[in-house]
């Protein structure tokens, strides 16, 4: 009888990235493995038809650049390594596309960069991007924008970028397909007694100590990197596995709690650390004022703010910043990520959603705060 997971975390997960790394993407350098993308994609596509959401964050572009202008060693020019991802990427988008369509799924690429996701604005127009491609049943395939960003080439790795990504769309998993097993808690090539790390609590220093450095030529993510991104990805509640991809079903066995790899569990419910993330950790750069009528809607009734219920606007803010919901006495009664700048939500107030084009000269979203980006203080 195959051996499950005792935390059903991932068995629940419904909405799940999955980070596949260089060495499996391009077989160890030797150029895009067909195959294995393809028996990923089948998986993919099976977790799909399952009711999942799913993500595709891959490594490989700089590798299948690398075969493709017949370069042996990984270069150290920054502008080589910039030129080896443009060549690659080309490759490993079509090869995405080809065996996603093949197992009847659009696919979607998207290129982000660490400082995407940095930048207030940035951060809601990509994450509004991939929530919109899951509700199509489009697959997001996402790399580092290489091309056009240095430090993401010299310091950065698509395991930390997949956990930035679980925390974008607000995942419930993170599953780490890498050349490995999973976690021991020494190098078994030198250490006959290391055992096999099994499941964890995401974060906890031990596993730090356990990991070991980069462990291939091509990509540049070791075991360490692993662990960081699965403490990164719980901070948003987001459990993470780490296991070996070619294992046979490997995605579609994971999903169903096979306890195959090493299993990360966050130790906090991904709507807690939300609600703590904005509630206490980031300062308020303005407030709106709303009618009785919407305080209600979000205080009592869970519901998003609409402009036509906000009759004032205070302070200069940005899209993305979090600001304060007022009632007419002026208490604060919740905060959240503004989806419109302070000169913008101005031209809103007391204005239905049909009128926002006209005003602004094009419409995003319907609400000022969306009710997944806002959480109640009184």
């Given at each position: 009888?195959?051996?499950?997971?005792?935390?059903?975390?991932?068995?629940?997960?419904?909405?799940?990235v999955?980070?596949?790394?260089?060495?499996?993407?391009t077989?160890?350098?030797?150029?895009?493995?067909?195959?294995?993308?393809?028996?990923?994609?089948?998986?993919?596509?099976?977790?799909i038809?399952?009711?999942?959401?799913?993500?595709?964050?891959?490594?490989?572009?700089i590798?299948?650049?690398m075969?493709?202008?017949?370069?042996?060693?990984?270069?150290?020019?920054?502008h080589?390594?910039?030129?080896?991802?443009?060549?690659?990427?080309?490759?490993l988008?079509?090869?995405?596309?080809?065996?996603?369509?093949?197992?009847?799924?659009?696919?979607?690429?998207?290129?982000?960069t660490?400082?995407?996701?940095?930048?207030r604005?940035?951060?809601?127009?990509?994450?509004?991007?991939?929530?919109?491609l899951?509700?199509?049943?489009?697959?997001?395939?996402?790399?580092e924008?290489?091309?056009v960003?240095?430090?993401?080439i010299k310091?950065g790795?698509?395991?930390?970028l997949?956990?930035?990504?679980?925390?974008?769309?607000?995942?419930?998993?993170?599953?780490?397909?890498t050349?490995q097993?999973?976690?021991y808690?020494?190098?078994p090539?030198?250490d006959?007694?290391?055992?096999?790390v099994?499941e964890?609590?995401?974060?906890?220093?031990?596993?730090?100590?356990?990991?070991?450095?980069?462990?291939?030529?091509?990509?540049?993510?070791?075991?360490?990197?692993?662990?960081?991104?699965?403490?990164?990805a719980?901070?948003?509640?987001?459990?993470?596995?780490?296991?070996?991809?070619r294992?046979?079903?490997?995605?579609?066995?994971?999903?169903?709690?096979?306890a195959?790899?090493?299993?990360?569990i966050?130790?906090?419910?991904?709507?807690?650390?939300?609600?703590?993330?904005?509630?206490?950790?980031?300062?308020?750069?303005?407030?709106?004022?709303?009618?009785?009528?919407?305080?209600?809607?979000?205080?009592?009734e869970?519901?998003?703010?609409?402009?036509?219920?906000?009759?004032?606007?205070?302070?200069?803010?940005s899209?993305?910043d979090?600001i304060?919901?007022?009632?007419?006495a002026?208490?604060?009664?919740?905060r959240?990520l503004?989806?419109y700048?302070?000169?913008?939500?101005r031209l809103?107030?007391?204005?239905?959603?049909?009128?926002?084009?006209?005003?602004?000269?094009?419409?995003?979203?319907?609400?000022?705060?969306?009710?997944?980006?806002?959480?109640?203080?009184?």
């Amino acid at each position: 009888m195959t051996q499950k997971f005792s935390s059903p975390v991932l068995r629940d997960a419904r909405r799940v990235v999955v980070k596949v790394g260089s060495s499996l993407v391009t077989n160890e350098g030797r150029g895009l493995d067909e195959q294995a993308i393809g028996e990923w994609c089948r998986q993919l596509a099976h977790l799909i038809r399952d009711g999942r959401e799913v993500i595709m964050v891959s490594s490989g572009a700089i590798a299948e650049g690398m075969k493709r202008l017949g370069w042996v060693n990984r270069p150290k020019a920054i502008h080589e390594l910039q030129a080896a991802a443009a060549v690659g990427q080309m490759g490993l988008a079509q090869m995405y596309e080809t065996k996603l369509r093949a197992n009847g799924l659009g696919s979607a690429q998207v290129l982000l960069t660490h400082a995407d996701l940095a930048d207030r604005e940035r951060y809601l127009n990509a994450r509004s991007t991939l929530l919109t491609l899951l509700k199509l049943g489009v697959v997001p395939v996402i790399n580092e924008n290489d091309t056009v960003v240095n430090d993401e080439i010299k310091f950065g790795d698509n395991d930390t970028l997949g956990a930035l990504v679980a925390n974008l769309v607000e995942a419930d998993a993170l599953v780490i397909l890498t050349d490995q097993k999973g976690l021991y808690t020494a190098d078994p090539r030198k250490d006959p007694a290391a055992e096999f790390v099994h499941e964890a609590k995401a974060g906890d220093p031990a596993l730090e100590l356990m990991a070991g450095g980069a462990g291939s030529s091509i990509g540049r993510g070791g075991m360490l990197t692993k662990i960081l991104a699965a403490k990164r990805a719980a901070g948003s509640g987001a459990s993470t596995v780490i296991a070996w991809g070619r294992e046979t079903d490997a995605l579609m066995r994971l999903t169903q709690g096979d306890a195959i790899g090493t299993l990360l569990i966050a130790q906090t419910k991904k709507s807690q650390a939300r609600k703590q993330w904005m509630a206490d950790h980031l300062q308020l750069r303005g407030a709106v004022v709303v009618d009785a009528g919407a305080a209600i809607k979000v205080r009592d009734e869970g519901k998003s703010l609409l402009p036509i219920g906000m009759v004032q606007v205070d302070g200069d803010f940005s899209r993305g910043d979090v600001i304060a919901v007022r009632d007419d006495a002026g208490l604060e009664i919740a905060r959240g990520l503004a989806n419109y700048s302070s000169s913008e939500a101005r031209l809103l107030c007391r204005k239905a959603s049909s009128e926002f084009e006209r005003l602004l000269g094009y419409a995003a979203e319907p609400e000022m705060l969306h009710r997944d980006n806002l959480v109640l203080t009184r």
